[in-house]
């Protein structure tokens, strides 16, 4: 569950500025713990008590504090830090830019954490002492090819949180991990209605606003249509050491 508010923004035509506090509290161990402190309480005063002493313990809350700057139109920074109740600190820093000068039609992204946390398949989260990646992902073309690759700099060793058992993954060992995917989706139409000027006009509603003709705008271009989609993901850890 998160808490937010909004500190200060800044809007005009070339930028947008604002800086945010969060808050952050885990329901689900914060019940189960009041739960059994309830439970093995000897006396309902007791229960009280150490129930009470449960709701204001540090470990279960976080806050954290965020902010955005946007360079122009298509570039923004992204920083946020934040402290939970057992005074663990994170900072995370990202560079995002849509439709890149140095690369037309692909998003970039660069990000910087120190430490970071990343969940594996099994939904296993794993903590980095930091962590410094860039990330590339082509804009969707008319030929129906896509792909993405990154690159991400582990540094450190990967250890567990809240369970004991287990090997991280290989793309969280030290050094550079490289990784890349690439999928190719096709459709062709069986039978379409070609849209005509009316389709497209806007009619006038009675308090004056404009909305399309049809109340659902799907419902007035019924088709047939097969499609298919094919995918691939690749991952090199260890590149250097």
């Not at 937010?4 to 914060?30: A, E, K, M, Y």
């Not at 009041?34 to 976080?62: C, M, N, Q, R």
Request: glycine fraction near 8%; hydrophobic fraction near 40%; include cysteine.
């Amino acid at each position: 569950m998160n808490l937010r508010w909004i500190g200060f923004d800044d809007r005009n035509i070339s930028r947008i500025r604002w800086v945010g506090l969060l808050g952050q509290i885990r329901p689900i161990n914060l019940l189960s713990s009041v739960k059994a402190e309830v439970l093995k309480a000897e006396s309902p005063e007791h229960g009280f008590t150490s129930a009470f002493k449960k709701l204001i313990d540090k470990s279960f809350y976080a806050v954290g504090l965020c902010s955005r700057h946007d360079l122009g139109a298509s570039t923004s920074i992204y920083l946020t830090a934040e402290k939970d109740g057992q005074s663990k600190k994170r900072t995370k820093g990202a560079f995002f830019q849509k439709a890149s000068v140095l690369l037309p039609n692909h998003d970039i992204t660069l990000e910087a954490a120190w430490p970071e946390l990343f969940v594996d398949r099994n939904s296993r989260y794993w903590e980095l002492p930091d962590s410094i990646s860039f990330d590339c992902l082509s804009l969707v073309s008319d030929s129906g090819l896509r792909y993405r690759f990154g690159i991400q700099n582990n540094g450190g060793s990967a250890k567990a949180v809240d369970f004991v058992d287990g090997q991280p993954p290989a793309s969280l060992n030290p050094g550079v991990c490289a990784k890349a995917a690439f999928s190719y989706e096709k459709s062709k139409d069986l039978w379409r209605i070609p849209e005509t000027k009316e389709d497209l006009a806007l009619a006038k509603g009675e308090s004056g606003e404009f909305r399309n003709t049809a109340y659902d705008i799907s419902m007035k271009d019924p088709h047939a249509t097969i499609s298919g989609i094919f995918g691939k993901f690749l991952d090199s850890s260890k590149l250097i050491l």
